[in-house]
């Protein structure tokens, strides 16, 4: 069974610059989320997907972050513009099982902003 | 408040020594506990999940605990070999609301070094 897939695996770009990140979840899992994990620290939530429906973006800066996933298997994380403090590794994870069920981890993109 | 607390921050040890991560949380429903290990450069990869009847289970030479009536939880480590330096985090779930919105609560990791 193929794994989450995330590209890029790495990106370097300067503040105030846009970038986009994208995600394909394992075939099948219907629940899709979307982490940010700032060094040393746990990942946080940004975005939660059930299919192509939003379940729960209540940590994802609206003002800047935005993000979609069209026909309910891939999706795309988009940063307009960038900030310094945007720069971590961003983790997408899929589950089959809704909330609560294990969840499988992309590996990740680290994305530094300059 | 939510939150899930663990310590040591970081941990360095011998190789072949064993070690016991620890977890603390005030989640509630609370739902299940799963431990992950995630190597540098890597996503997490789940190595334990326990619910509020389990108080113990192994998967190889790890061993999970769960104390559902203080709330804690510890991840024991035996023989430790090189390949387990990595961040383990440990995830809190409570049971899912009306709303439907995020019940997964992370600890912010241990990072275990495992030296020769």
């Known amino acids: 069974e193929a794994g989450v897939a995330q590209s890029p695996r790495y990106k370097i770009i300067e503040k105030r610059q846009s970038v986009a990140f994208w995600c394909n979840p394992i075939s099948g899992h219907a629940t899709l989320y979307w982490y940010q994990q700032i060094l040393g620290q746990g990942p946080k939530l940004l975005i939660q997907f059930q299919n192509n429906g939003v379940v729960d973006d209540s940590q994802l800066p609206k003002d800047r972050f935005s993000a979609e996933r069209l026909k309910g298997v891939d999706s795309t994380l988009k940063i307009q513009p960038a900030k310094l403090e945007d720069s971590a590794v961003y983790l997408c994870a899929s589950s089959s099982e809704g909330q609560g069920g294990e969840q499988f981890f992309g590996p990740g993109t680290r994305l530094t902003v300059l | 408040k939510n939150q899930v607390e663990q310590s040591p921050q970081s941990l360095i040890i011998l190789e072949g020594k064993n070690c016991t991560l620890q977890c603390n949380y005030t989640v509630s429903p609370f739902s299940n506990l799963r431990w992950y290990k995630q190597d540098t450069g890597r996503g997490p990869v789940s190595l334990t999940i326990?619910?509020?009847?389990?108080n113990t289970k192994s998967n190889g030479r790890y061993t999970a605990t769960l104390d559902a009536d203080t709330k804690q939880s510890s991840l024991h480590i035996t023989a430790s070999q090189l390949s387990d330096s990595a961040s383990y985090i440990c995830?809190?779930?409570?049971?899912?609301?009306?709303?439907?919105?995020?019940?997964?609560?992370f600890g912010t990791g241990t990072r275990l070094t495992v030296i020769p």
């Open positions: 326990m619910t509020f009847s389990e």
């Open positions: 995830v809190v779930s409570a049971f899912p609301s009306e709303t439907g919105a995020n019940n997964l609560f």
